[in-house]
């Protein structure tokens, strides 16, 4: 695709209808690049927009002392270009972006590999698996250690129930504030904001697992689009933990969704033990790419690095 105009809109001058499109009818358009998450989650954005919306690529911002920087909001995986756009003009999007805020982070889709040609990236796993085959099919991918964790946790006679998106919210909030200090509690409403607007379109759906007198093991926020459902806030109590509850859940949640056009998407993760935890369940990595970049004038550079 040939670039004919790039011009970078404040949200409010983005029209939506034309950016959702956009996210939607191109295979690299994920839910996080929707307008609602990127107006409910971030602090503030702008939105690179490609000719008449046939690419886009939102940037999310903060401002201190007077300086724009990037950062990705909580609970924001990936964004980068979504739509596709030649290799030879990468470059002219990748200065577009630096003129318009000198320092920050962008996660760059799983589409968008060719920026590593451009500039320096560290690479980030995520985690899939195609939903599109039967159940027993998903399942001959566990490996011997998952399927006798998820025969361990069956034993305790567990229940996989609904919840709602808040409980579980509450439960990520208790368990991970301090793993996740960058997520703060403004963060956590927004979340809650846009889980209660997603599930009135029947896009958000929050399990959890109980055992026979009730008690919470843990529980997961999973939302969908046309594409993908999204395990976006895991949360498992230390006695979930010790019945291998967290197996028993997405065992369940594989199940229910087998056999649709969608995947299934981990969200991650090179965190030690939440990598190996996923693959166990015959997940394959998809990886994407954050840039970190420091264009800072003189001392503020070398503070800021």
Same mark, same amino acid.
């Given at each position: 695709?040939?670039?004919?105009? %790039?011009?970078?809109?404040?949200?409010?001058? +983005?029209? /939506?209808?034309?950016?959702?499109?956009?996210?939607?009818?191109?295979?690299?358009? %994920?839910?996080?690049?929707?307008?609602?998450?990127?107006?409910?989650?971030?602090?503030?954005?702008?939105? %690179? +927009?490609?000719?008449?919306?046939?690419?886009?690529?939102? @940037?999310?911002?903060?401002?201190?002392?007077?300086?724009?920087?990037?950062?990705?909001?909580?609970?924001?995986?990936? @964004?980068?270009?979504?739509?596709?756009?030649?290799?030879?003009?990468?470059?002219?999007?990748?200065?577009?972006?630096?003129?318009?805020?000198?320092?920050?982070?962008?996660?760059?889709?799983?589409?968008?590999?060719?920026? /590593?040609?451009?500039?320096? +990236?560290?690479?980030?796993?995520?985690?899939?698996?195609?939903?599109?085959?039967?159940?027993?099919?998903? $399942?001959?991918?566990?490996?011997?250690?998952?399927?006798?964790?998820?025969?361990?946790?069956?034993? /305790?006679?567990?229940?996989?129930?609904?919840?709602?998106?808040?409980?579980?919210?509450?439960?990520?909030?208790? @368990?991970?504030?301090?793993?996740?200090?960058?997520?703060?509690?403004?963060?956590?409403?927004?979340?809650?904001?846009?889980?209660?607007?997603?599930?009135?379109?029947?896009?958000?759906?929050?399990?959890?697992?109980?055992? /026979?007198?009730?008690? @919470?093991?843990?529980?997961?926020?999973?939302?969908?689009?046309?594409?993908?459902?999204?395990?976006?806030?895991?949360? +498992?109590?230390?006695?979930?933990?010790?019945?291998?509850?967290?197996?028993? %859940?997405?065992?369940?949640?594989l199940h229910e969704f087998s056999?649709?056009?969608?995947?299934?998407?981990?969200?991650?993760?090179?965190?030690?033990?939440?990598?190996?935890?996923?693959?166990?369940f015959g997940a394959i990595n998809?990886?994407?790419?954050?840039?970190?970049?420091?264009r800072l004038p003189g001392l503020?550079?070398?503070?800021? $690095?």
């Open positions: 695709m040939m670039i004919r105009s %790039l011009t970078i809109l404040p949200s409010l001058s +983005v029209n /939506t209808k034309k950016w959702d499109h956009c996210i939607d009818k191109n295979e690299n358009g %994920l839910i996080y690049s929707s307008t609602v998450f990127l107006n409910t989650l971030a602090e503030n954005w702008h939105g %690179l +927009v490609i000719n008449d919306y046939e690419a886009v690529m939102p @940037l999310p911002w903060k401002k201190k002392a007077g300086i724009y920087y990037y950062y990705m909001p909580p609970f924001i995986q990936q @964004l980068g270009i979504t739509g596709m756009i030649e290799a030879d003009n990468l470059q002219q999007v990748i200065t577009a972006v630096l003129a318009f805020a000198k320092y920050g982070d962008h996660h760059f889709n799983f589409s968008n590999r060719m920026v /590593t040609d451009i500039v320096k +990236v560290t690479q980030r796993t995520n985690l899939l698996i195609d939903l599109s085959q039967s159940y027993d099919q998903i $399942r001959a991918g566990y490996t011997h250690d998952a399927v006798a964790n998820i025969r361990k946790a069956a034993g /305790t006679e567990p229940t996989c129930i609904e919840l709602p998106p808040e409980q579980a919210i509450a439960l990520y909030r208790s @368990l991970y504030r301090k793993k996740i200090p960058s997520a703060k509690d403004i963060d956590h409403s927004r979340f809650s904001k846009l889980c209660t607007h997603l599930q009135a379109n029947n896009q958000c759906i929050a399990r959890a697992v109980v055992d /026979t007198e009730g008690t @919470l093991l843990c529980s997961g926020i999973f939302l969908t689009d046309e594409k993908r459902v999204y395990n976006v806030a895991n949360a +498992v109590t230390q006695q979930g933990r010790r019945k291998e509850a967290n197996y028993f %859940l997405f065992d369940r949640m056999g649709r056009n969608l995947v299934f998407d981990f969200e991650g993760s090179d965190l030690p033990g939440v990598k190996p935890f996923y693959e166990k998809q990886p994407y790419f954050h840039y970190h970049h420091n503020l550079r070398f503070l800021k $690095r």
